[in-house]
């Protein structure tokens, strides 16, 4: 019985050792502040904000890249989808779609979120990139947005890159 009860405590060892610390300090990496410059789509001008580890599941971690939008026009625009690709030091993690409609009013701001999920293999080389690069990550969104100004639709490409460090 002695043995048994070891062998079940050294797996529980072994599991909080290589999956929960790992998943941790992962989940401290993606939600340490990062920094950009502000780049512009048309008119609009979008800066990243974060990326963050919104749960866990068996098949990897679920993320999201907030990018904060700023319409300095005296008109508004809608966001009515998006197709992008997310990026990890130039390592492709996953794809994603927005099909939420955004207004974003005249000479206002909003947040907009990318969600994505990625496999823990690409989880464990993203954090094994930063932990070799001393906390360096570059992440990039790569896509095109479809808005509508003006009752307008119009198909905008996008490439919004951020650094955490």
Do not use: C
């Not at 048309?42 to 999201?64: F, N, R, W, Y």
């Not at 207004?103 to 496999?119: D, R």
């Amino acid at each position: 019985m002695s043995t048994k009860r070891e062998r079940t405590s050294f797996a529980l060892f072994m599991v909080l050792i290589l999956v929960v610390m790992p998943a941790y300090l992962y989940y401290g990496y993606v939600t340490r502040p990062v920094s950009a410059p502000w780049s512009t789509i048309g008119e609009l001008q979008i800066k990243g904000t974060s990326v963050h580890v919104t749960g866990l599941a068996l098949g990897g971690p679920d993320l999201s890249f907030a990018a904060v939008v700023y319409n300095p026009n005296g008109f508004g625009v809608s966001l009515n989808s998006a197709n992008y690709s997310i990026y990890a030091n130039g390592h492709y993690l996953q794809s994603g779609h927005i099909t939420t409609k955004y207004e974003l009013a005249p000479k206002s701001t909003q947040t907009f979120v990318f969600p994505f999920s990625t496999g823990w293999t690409s989880a464990f080389e993203t954090l094994g990139s930063y932990i070799w690069d001393w906390g360096n990550e570059n992440w990039e969104v790569r896509g095109t947005a479809s808005i509508e100004v003006g009752g307008f639709p119009l198909a905008v490409p996008f490439d919004l890159a951020i650094h955490t460090s």
